[in-house]
């Protein structure tokens, strides 16, 4: 990385290190001699479920809304958002003790709308439409001069999620390989960057659901392909790669693969049954990579990210294996 | 203790924890900002749903096992229990080399039969009776000159039990009151004598479900109550006391106090909604107190003992809340 570096720097990332820090949680890393021997490999769990607001969405919030200046935060933040990051900038602005407007769509569910309440947040509700959404936070943006943090496709969001990598290294500085989740690429990005600043031999691995592989693609393709009609239970990789993670994905990530709505389905019961945790879809991803053979990780120390704990318990997906979330837009 | 105790004593339990180290897990703490400010105090969860076959059942049983002589050894153990007791006891016989003759009712859960499995237990199916139960494992003992290890009513199994309490006031010295369940004694009385030898002050209260309330009426009576027709989602506190638990309970444990099967479902999912991990019924019934106010624990400090992880993913309480299981003998 060059010092005329515009992408994620490893000072970015260090300095978001700092700033975060007793603001969330460090959070553990949890180990299985079942899924070892299953996988012929040491797993190390990285349990952003236990992160506070549940997923990792907390890092990259809390850095975005505390790298601002007193001038900017007074007016507090924006975003559109239905899942982890709108509960997480809602607990960092109230941390700083400012605003945060979260648009959501109308058909957001009640308990999604119910955790942004909680830290304070103030929810404006629009169509479940791209369009709508974009155009409320920027009607938002303009009545109240609150500083609009995207999702993913944010630097500083990105070396909020970069620290995950940074925590996994110190715990296992011997780690050969990492699998990550991949949406928007906001926290795959963050962590290859970290990762590869720590130790360059390390193999980087993003993991998408097969029926949201907009990634996969423009991985393969070198252009951003847009997910049109994505079909997974995995609610937080719908969405398509923002241009700021594709710059550091195409540089350091080694590859990404995709897996199938069962084994999504499988590997997150196999870690609520071994692990005894909750890991939602979207977290368990990574591990169905390992129960499809995917890749060749054995005898090494593996590194997989659980990116959050949040769903809903009344609607278990081994209870309607058949069921499939409507197409998302 | 004098030393002419004939009950359980420290030097036990120094021992057992000699003996288990290494050989089960030593379980982290969990805490959340979120139940804290709700109970008004400062919760430490102890994790032994992280424990080695799900529960804590593997401390006691360990130490049963490593406790004997080579040549008690040699012939194995036995017991009959279908429950965590069982998968603990065929783990630790694996770990020492020996057999595990397990004794189980011909309608306990395929999933306990293949955990018992799983660990080289030797399983031997009878009739789902108290007599028939007890009248097998007479059999098989005279037939293979196996040990007994009872799952509770053995002084090896509670010194085995009482070491969760010596890993808690390592953690927490200034812990001010401990809440663990109770079914037929054999961990409560483990931990009142532990904590009560360490910390004299410390107050130590069992908890069970209203619908099993045999230890609470035997704390009341001085005497043991049987428990006749338990009526609980809680299966692993459906026993009734022990002799030998029940001499250490009426010494050393300040309070048994019941909850509802209501408040046990309640507590449950908020821990894994909370907590982001998997807590048997079992294992919820300590923060069920809290949850009912049972308790004065305001700005206190206060240890909750999470017994175990195991359950059927298939079948969840709150999926079914007018469901109660059938009446057990």
Redesign the interface.
Known sequence: MSSHNTGLTWELIQEARARILGKVHRT?L?TSATLDTQANAKLYFKCE??QKV?AFKARGATNAVFSLSDAEARNGVATHSSGNHAAALARAAKLRGIPAHIVMPNNAPKSKQASVSRYGGKIILCEPTLQARESTVERVIAETGATLIHPYNDLRVMAGQATTAVELLEDVPDLDVILCPVGGGGQLSGIAVAAKTIKPSIRVIGVEPAGADDAARSFRSGQIVQMINPRTIADGLRTSLGEKPFAEIRRYVDDIVTVSEESIIGSM?QI??V?????EPSGAVPYASLIENKLDVQQQRVGLVLSG?NLD??S?P??HPQSMPPPVR
Chains 1, 2 share one sequence.
């Open positions: 553990p949890m479920n236990f549940g019961r609520w049954e692990l005894k945790i909750i890991v704990g318990l009344d278990l081994w209870m």
